[in-house]
């Protein structure tokens, strides 16, 4: 029998936990269930079952909206918190962060940093600012990038400060409905207040990520909460200005996945600069018998997601190599 070869490394992937200790709700359309509570069981068994694997993972990626808007109502939000955590905790390997809408309806900007859920090194090289994109390497000639989405938003922000006053701005100049988190009637239905984009900075600060893993021949995951392709999400979920990032990734050779959450009902596509962009399905829309979460083998060709629940297998070959 013909042996499996082993991965250079793997890591677990998971998105919109959205953990709440309440009943079960519907979104906002009213049509999908949200399993507020039993999310958090179903991140005990992702754990558990990323905890068993050998060879053992080298890290988790955490892609955003780790609790839900509704503890900042019962005024549980640092309590949800403690236990997504501690449920992470009982990993034995690093768990990446990124920040959803979420986590700006339960803590601002400022607080999030001082929290569990600030995974940057210490030292770790980061745009200019509050801004909470950071880049690592798992192994040789890979590279993750965990992007801001929400750098450029309403959310999260102090109303008086310069960064809230541009992007409230830029949204109101987008989206003249009186609601601004409905995209009713909109052009770019993306223009959302649940929703936030990269600001020139970030992108400037990724550009020079992505030419230095150029030059070292590096392959780069990117993660970040929002989809950046219209293949991968509907119109309303992506990234304000998702084409700018798609712009930056297109001008390297390096980008082979970019990783999203926020779209609940998950996506897929393969873009024409051969990037794959993949969204998990979201945690909180996954009845209790069922799961959502995934374990990513990385080989020098070739990523193989293995999804369990709701998410699918998938095979992403590197296109440019
Ligand atoms: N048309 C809409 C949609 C939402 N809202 C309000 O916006 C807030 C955030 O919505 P929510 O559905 O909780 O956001 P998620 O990040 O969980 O989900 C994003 C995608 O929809 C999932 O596929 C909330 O207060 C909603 O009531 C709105 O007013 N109008």
Known sequence: MEAVPAPLFAFGVIADIQYADAEDGYDFSGYRRRYYRQSLQLLRDAVEAWAAERPPLAFVLQLGDSIDGLN???????????????????????????????????????????TGLNSRPAGAAAPAGDCQAYDFSPATR???????????????REPDSPRYQEALQLLREKNPNESLNSPAGLKEPQFVEFNGGFSQAQLDWFNEVLKFSDENQEKVVVMGHLPIHPGASDSVCLAWNYEDALSVIHSHRCVVCFLAGHLHDGGYCLDSHGVHHLTLEGVIETPPESNAFGTVYVYEDKMILKGRGRVSDRVMHFCKW
Do not use: C, I, K
Not at 88 to 99: E, M, Y
Not at 142 to 156: E, H, I, K, P, Q
């Open 72 to 114: 900042a109502r019962g005024g549980r939000a640092v309590a949800a918190l403690e236990q997504v955590l501690a449920a992470l905790g009982r990993l034995p390997v690093p768990v990446h962060h990124t920040w959803g809408n979420h986590e700006f309806y339960n803590f601002s900007r400022a607080r999030l940093a001082h």
């Open 142 to 156: 890979f590279r993750v990038v965990v992007l801001d989405a929400y750098d450029m938003s309403v959310l999260g």
